[in-house]
């Protein structure tokens, strides 16, 4: 599915031909308000059987709300939800039973060991103990913390408790597990650990539903992508249908030290590339091929303390898309 729209513009709504065939999740014109605050105003999208699918936006655009209504723990305002086919609103504890959830905080018993913590889950869900004891096994081999067992999870890395945390959200074996910023805080090894055993859950046909506000993630983990930003959808598609319809092929990055010249604003990259963006650290030129339009700076007699070329990612269209960075 291919949509044309320009920066800014708020994107069509999909129409009942562009809902994914077997659709998990359906909304049409999601609406939360909280008194007079609307936190999700009037979204459609469509989460396919087996699909890896990314909420991405910056803190408080409204994808953890948007979370909390699929997971049937927040009411929906106005419009229409429809989760495994059925109503949030009258049949929420059904869909919770056939959701696996994995939050943003841990909310892990520290006094407890790592097996227990699962266990005790997995009495939520009326599991019979021997059948949840080889899950139990089988899930904590696939996290790596097969050996980890009977450790207290206080003793346990950041990196593990996520990982015993996808393990709970594992254990009534899910039609869709929902996570909701599943690497935030972790250091670069761990992300990259969890990703791994992520993908492998998406490779075996797991559907899940993510949101992120990390470019990297988003794009190495999600099959399809709607970007969110004041409780609106403002574009969706593949992280590549993205960054095709929205960015250049390359970028250049200039940064420039403390004399950096008085006054270097866009109008001094005029005509060097298909977009300038001058931030406060450095300069962002949108071109297709780098190389060239670095030397052409070169030329204009702008010397900057440094410069790289390298591909356009998710983040540029983010940054096109709302005229900031994810991180304020």
Known sequence: MTIDISAGERPAPLSRTDAQPGALIEARSLTKRFGDRVAVDGIDFSVGRGEAFGF??????????????IGC?????????????????????RIRARLGVVPQADTLDTELSVRDNLLIYARYFDIPRRAARRRI?????????????????????GGMRRRLTIARGLINDPDILLLDEPTTGLDPQARHLLWDRLYRLKQRGTT???????????EQLSDRIVVMDKARIVAHGSP????????????????????????????????LGDRVEVLPDRVLLYTADGERTSAAVHARGIAPS??????STLEDVFLRLTGRTLVD
């Open 137 to 157: 096994d089988d899930l904590l081999d696939f996290v790596q913390l097969g050996d980890r067992g009977s450790e207290q999870v206080d003793v346990l890395s």
């Open 306 to 311: 440094s410069s790289l070329v390298r591909r």
């Open 208 to 218: 899940l539903v993510l949101t992120t506000h990390y470019m990297d993630e988003a």
């Open 240 to 271: 590549q249908e993205l960054i095709e319809r929205y960015s250049t092929r390359e970028v250049l990055e200039l940064r420039f030290g403390p004399d950096r010249p008085a006054g270097l604003d866009a109008a001094a990259f005029a005509g």
């Open 73 to 93: 723990v927040s009411p929906v305002s106005s419009g229409h939800l429809r989760v495994l086919g059925m109503d949030p609103a009258v049949d929420g504890p």
């Open 56 to 69: 991405l936006g910056p803190n408080g655009a409204g994808k953890t709300t948007t979370m909390r209504m």
